[in-house]
């Protein structure tokens, strides 16, 4: 194959898996808007967790709530729970990796909050103890995953939202849930602002 093509077979399978997602998705994504926004409309927050490029999405939502995605707006109530090296360092040290964002959602997480939990295949040991948390602290969930959903789609119960891009190539799954993201970004921008 001519690395060309190689390249562009990248573009094509992008397109096709954003087709899927969105075929699949989009009223899911706008319940997931709403929810966010009836989230902060009673001061509460949204705390995002992932590892490895889900950490970086997680914190990329982050930044376009506190900041803004597209638009001037005061900023909103997120925060991302890959970001803070010492707690992170602290918590695995002491106790386990696998309580890195758990330990944050039991501290920081009150009743009404919202955890936007991100992995890709759906068993990252991390994510599902920060899914337990947020339900200990009667929060809800939207979790972001690939494949079948693995254990954390298990786990969702109640009001909480599963977007799972039903693909396996985990780079195919990170480019939905960016867009995801930024579909997100745009329609609590949308429910707040109102207009274009």
């Known amino acids: 194959m001519v690395l060309t093509e190689r390249v562009q077979r990248h573009f094509f399978d992008s397109i096709a898996a954003a087709e899927t997602t969105m075929a699949l998705l989009a009223?899911?994504?706008a319940v997931s808007a709403e929810k966010i926004v009836q989230t902060l409309m009673?001061?509460?927050k949204v705390m995002a967790c992932g590892n490895g490029g889900s950490a970086a999405q997680a914190q990329h939502?982050?930044?376009?709530?506190?900041g803004c995605f597209e638009r001037e707006r005061p900023g909103l109530a997120a925060l991302a729970l890959s970001t803070d090296s010492s707690v992170l360092t602290a918590i695995g040290n002491h106790y386990d990796f696998d309580?890195?964002?758990s330990k944050q959602v039991h501290a920081l997480g009150?009743?009404?909050?919202?955890?936007?939990?991100?992995?890709t295949s759906g068993n990252s040991a991390n994510v599902i103890s920060a899914v337990h948390a947020a339900h200990d602290r009667q929060m809800g969930v939207i979790a972001l995953t690939g494949h079948e959903g693995g254990q954390v789609g298990e786990l969702l119960a109640g009001d909480d939202i599963h977007l799972c891009v039903p693909l396996t190539r985990t780079a195919r799954i990170q480019e939905a849930?960016?867009?995801?993201?930024?579909a997100l970004c745009d329609a609590v921008d949308y429910l707040l602002l109102g207009g274009e």
């Not at 939502?61 to 506190?66: D, E, L, N």
């Not at 849930?177 to 930024?182: A, G, S, Y």
Request: net charge negative.
């Open 61 to 66: 939502f982050a930044a376009c709530m506190v």
């Open 99 to 101: 309580l890195v964002f």
């Open 42 to 44: 009673v001061d509460g």
């Open 110 to 119: 009150r009743a009404g909050d919202l955890l936007l939990a991100i992995s």
């Open 27 to 29: 009223p899911a994504i």
């Open 177 to 182: 849930h960016i867009t995801i993201i930024h």
